[in-house]
T-cell receptor, first 113, second 113 residues
């Protein structure tokens, strides 16, 4: 599979600030891009996805932006809270019939009180 | 809630041993996955199964095999454990073709000595 990588391995933000986590991908054929959150000692958990024909999608306090021109994906977290401290992974849904997920290397988000 | 259960949280095995990691999901999902997670490398797909007795290699299948005799259970087998297989192993499941949400187990921390 092709790689999905992250620009910043660690991001520290102040509680209440907005966070932006970035991801570069290389496979233009992916149909969906997905963000996962992994808290310490747990498995990753789905946050939000975006289809390749969209450029923006909003959820509760989170927004994902997709720029296909430069193959860039970002996750914006509004009013970051201590509970947002985790490792964030971007992933692509690909493979025959889009069954498989390929993950990036992750960004650790530290929220300072 | 979907539950993906991995049989062991921590496991210590000796080099050369045959190791079985078990995973069970309770939501009748078609797809099941095994990933390994290493610092700085993110989640790498070892094997994937889209149906009973069906499997597909991921990015790093060497040294591993899998078994899916029943829909709810997906086993990862290390034929002859080696120290470079010391890692966190994560099992996941997803509903089926086109699903963007994978549900993960808590992980098994395997140490091969």
């Amino acid at each position: 599979g092709e790689s999905v990588g992250l620009h910043l391995p660690t991001l520290s933000v102040q509680e209440g600030d907005n966070s932006i986590i970035n991801c570069a991908y290389s496979n233009s054929a992916s149909d969906y891009f997905i963000w996962y959150k992994q808290e310490s000692g747990k498995g990753p958990q789905f946050i939000i996805d975006i289809r390749s024909n969209m450029d923006k999608r909003q959820g509760q306090r989170v927004t994902v932006l997709l720029n296909k021109t430069v193959k860039h994906l970002s996750l914006q977290i509004a009013a970051t809270q201590p509970g947002d401290s985790a490792v964030y992974f971007c992933a692509e849904n690909m493979g025959y019939n889009f069954n498989k997920f390929y993950f990036g290397s992750g960004t650790k988000l530290n929220v300072k009180p | 809630d979907v539950k993906v259960t991995q049989s062991s949280r921590y496991l210590v095995k000796r080099t050369g041993e045959k190791v079985f990691l078990e995973c069970v999901q309770d939501m009748d999902h078609e797809n099941m996955f095994w990933y390994r997670q290493d610092p700085g490398l993110g989640l790498r797909l070892i094997y994937f199964s889209y149906d009973v007795k069906m499997k597909e290699k991921g990015d790093i299948p060497e040294g591993y095999s899998v078994s899916r005799e029943k829909k709810e259970r997906f086993s990862l087998i290390l034929e002859s454990a080696s120290t470079n297989q010391t890692s966190m192993y994560l099992c996941a499941s997803s509903l089926g073709r086109g699903s963007t949400e994978a549900f993960f187990g808590q992980g098994t921390r395997l140490t091969v000595v």
